[in-house]
């Protein structure tokens, strides 16, 4: 069963590797949100995934990974993707200035606290105009060649998916999933569990900081609005729910699955569609908990590292 | 930067300014600290149902010209009906649940429900035009709407505290909070204080958006900043602390108010969020103490 899944995944990744050579622009640029939303959705899973400390303004990493690649372009005249990578940097000493204070503390305070992020970083960002532009935002030059874009964006999606799979196998993942369990058994343990959810913390937000660069230079606009928008949160969280959180395929499935949807179905009423995720989402914890993996994974006994 | 003289008066304006709408701030946190008291549940959805209640003004006002503080009378058992719906049909599921679940639960409520509202009445701003202009009060203005707001919040409170502390019931919802399994074997039907208190809590948040409607625009979204603020009075207050609730509400309020005063009104709440972390990592159990 293992390989069977390996050699399916392979082939999936073969074919998306020499997809640009023949897909038409739009079908490149789907996969790319697919990619964008893998991503995104993995990196939710691995804090509130594995240690159920829930993250509700995720979207805060992307956005200042997002202006941080775009200055950098704009103002320093970097490449893109170097500039793209540096937007880890400000999203990973965010999560820290964050997750120190508020995650020694059990409950809902990280919660909270997540909930306010995004709309302070985006008050801040829009405040400080002479450096980012405010309201009016940032122009890039446009892109040439949409492929190095779609493989950097794959490359993010690959990785983070490796990274939760390295992380479920190991030790670490295992500190993370008793804190989830039971966070006072897991201290009774020895585990220094402020410190595991800080490390799980701090690359949860890693690519979003990375994805947000990316998003800028492929977008070619960046504005407050646009890139901290409350949707990307609810996104990430639904997909990986949906997916199943704290597994490795879990939240592939979930983007891959309601990107589609999405596309075919939602797009045309967006409301509409915020409202269905809403719904959705009621609907995943109370019936669905553990998401389609941990289904899957019950009925076809998977192992979990699936 | 335009450079202002700071002077006593304006001072003492933004003192009172801040205590009025920290008033409002107490009444909405008191909701939801009630219903973390009993179910240990977050209720994200809290700012959704303070958006209803201010659009339940609204409209009352918009149709049939009613005073918006007289709709207080429709708007809080109205949303009582709909906090203890909520919980019979959803929350209650997740009672006994990690946090996690309840969490995401109310937040899809949430998004559910503002959503919905935004689908119905469009995301235009409102607004109540019912009282307008300001008591002179020697050199300080205090705004109308602000201060009948501010007395009806704490006549809210007031009763919410009579209610807790003088009946049966309140007595119940306290014991509940203290220790859920010893009030059910002192014969306490826990879930039924589950689905009064949700309902309680509710109206708390409808009044709130009643009052809140008098002064600031209305709108699907207004909700979500009420949560946040509330969180944070009840964080300064300390857990399961309800007075506490009331000082950080005031506490909060101020504190706005003289950010807004010194620096800019645009990060005020950048102001209020730097505040609550730095509560957080000094004082993790509030200001005043509590439960945690």
Known sequence: ????????????????????????????????????????????????????????????????????GALLVTQAGWHWLPASLAGCVPAAALALLIGY??????????????????????????????????????????????????YAMGGAAVAVTLLTYRIITSRFGLRLLSIREDEIAAETMGINTSLMKLYAFLLSALFPGIVGGLYAWYSSYIEPLGVFPLLTTITMIIMCLFGGKGTVLGPVLGAVLLSVFQELVWARFLFVHQAIFGALIVAVVLLMPRGIMGVLQERYRLPRTV | MMQVQITGTMVLQIVVSGLLAGGLYALVALGLSLIFGVMRVINLAHGALLMLGAYTTYWLFALFGLNPFLSLLVSVP?????????????????????????????????????????????????????LTGSFILGQIAVSKPRL???????????????????????????????????????????????????????????????????????????????????????????????????????????????????????????????????????RPAGLLGGRT
């Not at chain 1, 240690?51 to 303004?57: D, I, K, L, N, R």
């Not at chain 1, 919660?111 to 105009?129: D, K, P, Q, T």
């Not at chain 2, 209650?92 to 649940?97: F, G, P």
């Not at chain 2, 399994?181 to 009044?207: E, H, P, S």
Request: proline share 3%.
């Open chain 1, 1 to 68: 069963m293992m390989a069977g899944i390996l050699w399916l995944l392979l082939a999936v990744m073969g074919g998306l590797a020499v997809l640009p050579l023949f897909a038409s622009g739009y079908i490149i640029s789907f996969t790319i949100q697919i990619f964008m939303w893998i991503a995104l959705a993995g990196s939710w899973n691995l804090i509130s995934g594995f240690t159920g400390y829930v993250s509700f303004g995720h979207v805060a990493f992307f956005g200042v990974g997002a202006y941080t």
């Open chain 1, 101 to 150: 204070p508020c995650l020694r503390l059990k409950g809902p305070y990280f919660a909270i606290a997540m909930l306010g992020l995004n709309e302070v970083v985006r008050a801040l960002v829009s405040y400080f105009e002479s450096f980012t532009g405010g309201g009016s935002g940032i122009s890039l030059p446009p892109i040439l060649s949409i492929a190095p874009v779609y």
């Open chain 2, 78 to 130: 109205m949303l009582f009906v709909v906090g203890a719906v909520l919980q019979k049909l959803f929350v209650h599921r997740v009672v006994e649940a990690p946090e996690l679940s309840s969490l995401l639960l109310t937040f899809g409520i949430s998004i559910f429900i503002a959503n919905v509202a935004m689908l119905a009445w469009s995301s235009d701003y409102r607004s109540v035009e019912f």
């Open chain 2, 148 to 282: 009948i707001s501010f007395v009806a919040a704490l006549g809210l409170t007031g009763l919410a505290f009579l209610l807790l502390h003088r009946t049966k019931i309140g007595k119940a919802i306290r014991a509940t909070s203290q220790h859920r399994d010893v009030a059910q074997i002192c014969g306490i039907n826990v879930r039924r204080i589950d689905v009064i208190t949700f309902g309680l809590g509710a109206g708390l948040a409808g009044a709130g958006g009643s009052l809140v409607s008098t002064m600031f625009a209305v709108y699907p979204e207004m909700g979500l900043i009420y949560v946040f603020k509330s969180f944070l009075v009840i964080a300064l207050g300390g857990a399961g602390n309800y007075p506490g609730a009331f000082f950080g509400g005031l506490l909060l309020g101020l504190v706005e108010g003289l950010a807004s005063l010194f620096l800019t009104a645009q990060l005020s709440e950048v102001i209020a969020y730097i505040f609550l972390v730095i509560v957080l990592l000094v």
